[in-house]
């Protein structure tokens, strides 16, 4: 158990739908990151926040958007998914040690 | 831009045989270099990291790497494979900004494992 907790495990949506995905990192890690797995694309990191604040960016879509609230738990929000958006859905957080740990990831299936 | 090659998309190997996985990255000052494993259905769990110091980096479930600098390598290994060892294997290349943690890891591919008994 790394610590990093992300709810929910699966989710199941249609095209078009937002969802909301929700990550709780290590007690006094103040850095979350969100990744994107897929088969084709691999491991991608999307975003990453240190201490509430947008601190890098990645490959993230317009249509994705994140942000991190005073307690530190952070929210990954996609919307207008599509069916290329399914995908395991990782978060990360990391503190002095500069050491990512994941989550056990949302794996998101759009229909 | 960083980047991480793992060569072998597949390994197959006996149980109790020595294992190697290997890494190539690119990046463009000092790496901090990383190795995690997923199994099935399973999140990330890191296995080692590299920052500096001594080369020859110790991790969990008997697991140790060799960063060379040269080669631009963070190969992985193993002595004795375990039937449990079976899993898919990323090696990581990031950066680090004293503790404030900026910055994306790369990862490679991945290697898939399977340990035959």
């Known amino acids: 158990d790394s610590g990093v907790t992300q709810t929910p495990k699966h989710l199941i949506t249609a095209t078009g739908q937002r969802v909301t995905l929700r990550c709780s990192p290590r007690?006094?890690?103040?850095?979350v990151y969100w990744y994107q797995q897929s088969l084709d694309q691999g491991l991608q990191f999307l975003i990453q926040y240190y201490n509430g604040e947008e601190r890098a960016k990645g490959n993230i879509l317009e249509r994705f958007s994140a942000q991190q609230f005073p307690d530190l738990h952070s929210e990954l929000n996609l919307s207008s998914l599509e069916l290329g958006d399914s995908a395991l859905y990782f978060c990360a957080s990391s503190g002095v040690t500069d050491t990512q740990y994941f989550g056990p990831g949302t794996r998101l299936t759009v229909l | 831009a960083q980047s991480v090659t793992q060569p072998d998309i597949h390994i197959t190997v006996s149980e109790g045989a020595s294992l190697e996985l290997r890494c190539n990255y690119s990046?463009?000052?000092?790496?901090?270099l990383f190795w995690y494993v997923q199994s099935p259905g399973q999140g990330l769990q890191l296995l080692l990291k590299?920052?500096?110091?001594?080369?020859l980096v110790q991790g969990i479930k008997g697991f140790e790497a060799e960063f060379k600098r040269s080669q631009s390598s963070f190969n992985l290994r193993k002595p004795s494979v375990h039937w449990s060892d079976a899993a898919e294997y990323f090696c990581a290349v990031g950066r680090s900004a004293g503790g404030t943690s900026y910055g994306k890891l790369t990862f490679g591919q991945g290697t898939i494992l399977t340990v035959h008994p």
């Open positions: 590299y920052f500096s110091g001594d080369t």
């Open positions: 990046y463009g000052a000092t790496p901090y």
């Open positions: 007690s006094g890690d103040l850095s």
